[in-house]
C-alpha cells in the first residue's frame, strides 16, 4: 500500500523553524519526484517547493525562497522540508505529494501528482 506521512508540524512564534519530514512506505523514493503543498483555510493549495528523483534538482515558490530548504534522503526514503523564517503568513496544512518519474524534472503543479499526505498543521504566531 502506498502511503506518504508528513510529521514535525507544530506551532511556532514568527521567526522561528520547523522541519517537515515526509516518509514513504510501500515504495521507494528513489524513482519517484517530490512535491511540498500547502492550504491555508479559506485559501486554494498552494505548492511550496519540488524535488527530482534524479539529480536533486529543486524549485521554490517565490514567497519561501531563500527561507526553506527541500531535501531527501533516499536512505532513508524521506523527504524534508527545513522552514526558517517563519512567518504569521505561512500558516497552513503542509502536504507533501510523490509522483513517479525517474529523470532530472521536478513537479511544482498539484495536478501532477499521484500521491498526497494526510497533511500536518503548521502554526506561525507574531
Known amino acids: 500500500q502506498v502511503q506518504l506521512m508528513e510529521s514535525g508540524g507544530g506551532s511556532v512564534q514568527s521567526g522561528g523553524s520547523l522541519t517537515l519530514s515526509c516518509a514513504a512506505s510501500?515504495?521507494?523514493?528513489?524513482?519517484?519526484?517530490i512535491g511540498w503543498f500547502r492550504q491555508a483555510p479559506g485559501k486554494e493549495r498552494e505548492g511550496v517547493s519540488c524535488?527530482?528523483?534524479?539529480?536533486?534538482?529543486?524549485s521554490y515558490a517565490d514567497p519561501v525562497k531563500g527561507r526553506f530548504t527541500i531535501s531527501r534522503d533516499n536512505a532513508k526514503n524521506t523527504v524534508y522540508l527545513q522552514m526558517n523564517s517563519l512567518k504569521p503568513e505561512d500558516t497552513a496544512v503542509y502536504y507533501c505529494a510523490a509522483k513517479r518519474s525517474y529523470s532530472s524534472s521536478y513537479y511544482c503543479l498539484k495536478y501532477e501528482y499521484d500521491y498526497w499526505g494526510q497533511g500536518t498543521q503548521v502554526t506561525v504566531s507574531s
Open positions: 510501500g515504495f521507494t523514493l528513489d524513482y519517484y519526484a
Open positions: 524535488i527530482s528523483s534524479s539529480h536533486g534538482r529543486t
